[in-house]
């Protein structure tokens, strides 16, 4: 058994990974800065990866951008810029390695964050909300205050309001806001189960780009998910045993019940009361041939549910963690038919198999006390199998909690005057007091803008809980702040019924253990050669040419298998390679080459919804989207940025547009640029994928009309449209593809009139480029849109223009560039010359802090211009299995005060 379990681990390590970011929330214009720790299973150094994919998306669960960060020693930093052009919503940031792709996406890292965009008009909400469930047809009573970003009433609007539930609308209704700006309404509901996913949409009816959002809150729902989950996976007759149970709100939260557990002839078993979030246990022993049932109060009604049936035969585990301070007890029982010999006992921790032992219960029972010194800190995962090696029974237990880093901070002064210099020793220690060296991110940001949590999740919540346990986990930090009794008891009722379930056992203990995604060490290129009949081809010559910035040539052989290799290929943050193949008499070789290439993930499905900021906002959160306008555009960095990005997008695309008005379509407007990053995101896509992708009504039909005012009508052959206009023009590299057809001008700009419209043999050659070509083929694709038709102008990489030739031994590959991340703007100020507002929320941020042998580390930074106090944030690790996460506070205050 163990033997089977040390295989899997071997060939299938388990990595964790975690981002730290500089703060909660941010506004549009503003950059989300973070760092990442990759570690094994075992929370210990990783060297199997050198690289990972962090991914940010919308709250439409669409792909925004993404960045590749190269690691050293697991650890990797980076930021992302959020647009001017960004939508306000929720994001995700979601981050994986290739490997952790083996394991599925609960491996994998996901944060939500909400983004802003403050300006005049900007409505905030204040909302009073109450559901209505005394009759059968609930009705929801809504009180909406709407003021704008000065705190003034929108009074006497006119607006148009929706009531969503997800995408779907259930209710619509025109409304005026009172003098004051209030709107009251009640809701009906219908009579069908609620899910948690209803919003309100306000929109102002003169001006329709003024809307806010606002989510209904179910807390107050008379609904309920009773869940009970038995110690070990069963309960079995005749054998004491410990029952978790949860009880989930309409609105997937945790909610506090209290009742009783009763038998059949409504006899008082055991209570039924939650120590937190709706989680908590009870005892009982069930008999053969009785039903029992939790009995509860909800919203004044008396609600009954049957518990699972019990097993009339079976093993059961029960485990003890913190009935002592250094040892666990386990108790395993069975019933009369399961008393026998070579049981078998397994711990896993990580990667790690922690203990095996064969147990004997012959007499019914075996009970272990095990020292908590020989596990790792930590969630372990103990299973019981039967003789013929089965898994029986399962159960999570948290052990210990007191391997962690001891962080202090000590300031150069107890207080700051605006706009002075601030340095700040930082001292990590081990739990014994001796120091530590680790590498940590440290955030210092402005109370005043940035709201602090009591939870905040952090770096330990994360390893120690949140990447062991799936589903959603309420204020996971909570469990670690303190080591309190009642904690203690809430963590094992939060594994008892969140993690009762673990290991695919099926798969660790089967014979084959083939990993589909490779780990991504070092930076390499591979692939292999293979023949018509897909047989390898060996003994071939590739050299692999770059060109450009950095010119580079490597010759490599493929080998028996057809397998070939380039390595130490130096880290760029952007290049194209092209890989010539020949056999070994020098001429170029016609074998298929096939790269090992990175695939990502498929694109989120689910994400956690955030609350947005204008609704009951805060006056931190408030200040803080007023100010953030502000300050990015003062940063030099971002106005040097955007005058850059000015520049080339506009006076560049209209010098574009003005020379394809001239040469192709006199009537032509921009509608839709893509440029080379985007198309750098997804290299291998087809041209075709992608304008069905980012043209909305891209198709293929028969109706449209034949010029500008005409009257849409059916022809005899089909063409791609947009909606029901004619794509007319597809000009590849100044050529228009009606030329490979017809050998004529389509001399449009004289006549006003499409040739495309006339002759079908054009969709044929443009149905083969758009299939033929690939994103990575493709530097730039202009969209526009004239009185009639549609015209795509399309530059290539190669500019050979539409007479595409694959030539043969030639691959040319473009690998997703790796990410230089921006140093952090941190302005230093001289006396006498400090004249500029600095109205920064993130102070200061640094992700490569490493503290040395002492467990010593220094920061120095300058405070920005308004009295306050200031949030130092430091999580790290010492990539050991330890790990810290530290919040102190430095006040800013006026000379005045100072003296």
């Known amino acids: 058994m ?13 990595e964790k990974l975690y981002l730290s970011f500089d703060k909660p ?16 299973g075992n929370h210990t150094l990783n060297d199997r990866t050198d690289k990972i994919y962090i991914e940010l998306f919308n709250d439409s669960l669409n792909f925004v951008e993404n960045r590749v960060i190269a690691l050293n020693n697991g650890l990797g930093y980076g930021d992302f810029a959020l647009k001017n052009n960004l939508k306000e919503g929720s994001y995700t940031i979601r981050a994986y390695s290739n490997w952790q792709q083996n394991f599925g996406n609960n491996y994998f890292f996901q944060k939500s964050f909400y983004v802003g965009k403050a300006n005049e008009k900007t409505w905030l909400l204040d909302s009073y909300q109450k559901l209505n469930t005394s009759s059968a047809k609930k009705t929801l009573d809504l009180k909406i205050r709407i003021t704008n970003i000065k705190n003034e009433a929108a009074g006497l609007k006119d607006v148009e309001v929706y009531l969503m539930n997800d995408k779907k609308r259930l209710m619509r209704a ?16 219908g009579e069908n189960k609620l899910n948690g996913k209803y919003s309100f949409i306000i929109i102002d009816k003169k001006d329709k780009t003024r809307t806010s959002t606002l989510p209904i809150l179910l807390q107050d729902v008379d609904q309920l998910d009773l869940q009970f989950m038995p110690e070990g996976g069963f309960m079995v007759n005749d054998i004491f045993g410990k029952v978790a149970f949860k009880a989930i709100g309409a609105d997937g939260l945790g909610k506090d019940i209290t009742g009783k557990i009763v038998n059949s002839k409504n006899e008082t078993i055991a209570e039924l009361k939650p120590t937190h979030k709706g989680m908590g246990s009870f005892y009982l022993m ?5 039903n029992y049932f939790a009995v509860y109060n909800l919203s004044g009604k008396e609600q009954k549910q049957m518990l699972p049936l019990a097993k009339e035969d079976g093993t059961t585990l029960r485990i003890e963690p913190f009935s002592t301070k250094d040892s666990i007890y386990i108790y395993i029982k069975a019933s009369e ?11 896993q921790a990580g990667d790690e198999n922690i203990l095996t032992t064969v147990l004997n219960l012959k007499n019914g029972f075996s009970t272990l006390k095990l020292p908590k010194k020989d596990f790792p800190d930590g969630i372990i995962h103990f299973t019981l199998f039967s003789q013929e090696q089965q898994p029986l029974n399962e159960r999570q237990a948290f052990i210990n909690r007191n ?15 605006q706009k002075d210099s601030i340095a700040i020793e930082i001292t990590t220690k081990k739990e014994d007091g001796s120091p530590l060296s680790g590498s940590f991110s440290i955030a210092v940001t402005d109370d005043g803008q940035v709201k602090q949590t009591l939870n905040e999740d952090n770096i330990i919540s994360y390893f120690l809980l949140q990447s062991n346990v799936r589903g959603l986990i309420e204020d996971p930090s909570w469990y670690f702040n303190d080591e309190e009794t009642h904690t203690l008891q809430a963590l094992d009722h939060l594994l008892l019924t969140q993690a009762w379930v673990g290991y695919n056992w099926d798969k660790i203990l089967s014979q084959a253990h083939n990993p589909t995604y490779k780990a991504e060490k070092g930076n390499v290129i591979e692939g292999r050669l293979t023949n018509l009949v ?4 060996p003994n071939i010559n590739l050299t692999l040419l770059s060109l450009g910035r950095n010119i580079l040539v490597m010759d490599t052989i493929s080998n028996a298998d057809g397998k070939f290799l380039f390595k130490d290929l130096p880290l760029l943050d952007s290049v194209s390679y092209t890989i010539k193949i020949k056999n070994a008499k020098g001429k170029t070789s016609t074998a298929n080459l096939a790269l090992d290439e990175f695939k990502p993930a498929a694109d989120i499905t689910t994400i956690n919804p955030i609350r947005p900021w204008y609704v009951n906002s805060d006056s931190v959160t408030l200040n803080y989207y007023k100010h953030s306008g502000i300050v990015n555009r003062k940063t030099p960095e971002r106005l040097q940025l955007e005058g850059n990005m000015l520049k080339e997008v506009i006076i560049k695309g209209q010098a574009k547009r003005e020379e394809f008005m001239q040469t192709s379509a006199w009537d032509a407007n921009l509608k839709l640029k893509i440029d080379e990053e985007e198309l750098k995101k997804n290299p291998r896509k087809s041209l075709m994928d992608l304008l069905k992708e980012k043209i ?11 010029q500008c005012g005409g009257r849409t009508v059916r022809h005899d052959f089909t063409n791609f449209l947009v909606g029901g206009n004619l794509i007319s023009h597809v000009v590849v590299d100044n050529v228009n593809t009606l030329a490979l057809t017809q050998y004529i001008e389509d001399n449009y700009n004289e006549t006003g009139v499409s040739k495309t419209s006339k002759y079908p043999d054009v969709f044929g050659v443009n149905n083969y480029i758009f299939n033929k070509l690939s994103a990575q083929d493709i530097v730039e694709i202009n969209i526009y849109k004239g009185c009639a038709y549609y015209f795509l102008d399309i530059k290539t990489r190669s500019g050979k223009g539409p007479w595409i030739i694959t030539a043969d031994g030639v691959y040319v590959f473009r690998p997703l560039p790796l990410y230089i991340a921006k140093d952090f703007y941190s302005p230093k100020y001289a006396a006498g010359k400090n004249s500029l507002t600095d109205y920064r929320s993130t102070i200061y941020w640094d992700a490569n802090v490493v503290t040395d042998e002492n467990g010593k580390a220094k920061i120095s930074f300058y405070a920005a211009d308004k009295p306050s106090t200031y949030t130092v944030k430091i999580e790290g690790a010492d990539l050991f299995g330890r790990f810290g996460y530290q919040k102190s506070n430095i006040k800013i205050v006026n000379k005045t005060e100072s003296k």
């Open 25 to 40: 929330y941010y506004n549009v214009g503003d950059t989300v800065w973070f760092k990442s720790f990759l570690l094994n």
């Open 696 to 706: 909305d009504g891209f198709t293929i039909g028969t109706m449209w009309a034949g």
């Open 403 to 417: 391997q962690k880093i001891k962080i202090s901070v000590e300031p150069n002064k107890n207080s700051f005057e």
């Open 2 to 14: 163990s033997n089977k379990i040390d295989v899997f681990n071997k060939i299938l390590p388990v």
């Open 337 to 347: 038919q399961k008393r026998l010999e070579n049981y078998t006992l397994t711990a």
């Open 534 to 537: 897909k047989k390898p081809v």
């Open 286 to 290: 069930t008999k053969k041939g009785e």
């Open 174 to 189: 025109d409304l005026q806001t009172s003098i004051n700006g209030t709107i009251e309404t009640q809701i009906p509901m």
